[in-house]
């Protein structure tokens, strides 16, 4: 059984900085890429930005510049540190990460439950 467990969520001023957290956990053997997404109301479910486990990165265009993706392999955890947010940044925020259980086995997909970010004055 694997977990991961968002943290760092809240409510920020426009202009501002939060830090988000991810920690994946279970009997994982290796960890492809990790990612951060977001979903707005009304709207669909959007990257934010990737990092695969050679630390190569990709972000989307409404974020580059602002936000920094980064993971600790031997913790298992990808943070994403937002800075000048905007209103338009507010969405719930999902963590997702590419898992294998044992070498050279299937890789499988697995999201955390989300964190609301807020950016409201």
């Known amino acids: 059984q694997v977990q991961l467990v968002e943290s760092g969520g809240g409510l920020v001023q426009p202009g501002g900085s939060l830090r988000l957290s991810c920690e994946a956990s279970g009997s994982i053997f290796s960890i492809n890429t990790m990612g951060w997404y977001r979903q707005a109301p009304g709207k669909q479910r959007e990257l934010v930005a990737t990092i695969n486990s050679g630390d190569s990165t990709n972000y989307a265009d409404s974020v580059k510049g602002r936000f920094t993706i980064s993971r600790d392999n031997a913790k298992n955890t990808v943070s994403l540190q937002m800075n000048s947010l905007k209103p338009e940044d507010t969405a719930v925020y999902y963590c997702?990460?590419?898992?294998?259980?044992?070498?050279?086995?299937?890789?499988?997909?697995?999201w955390g439950q989300g964190t609301q970010v807020t950016v409201s004055s």
């Open positions: 997702s990460a590419v898992i294998t259980f044992r070498d050279r086995g299937n890789q499988y997909l697995y």
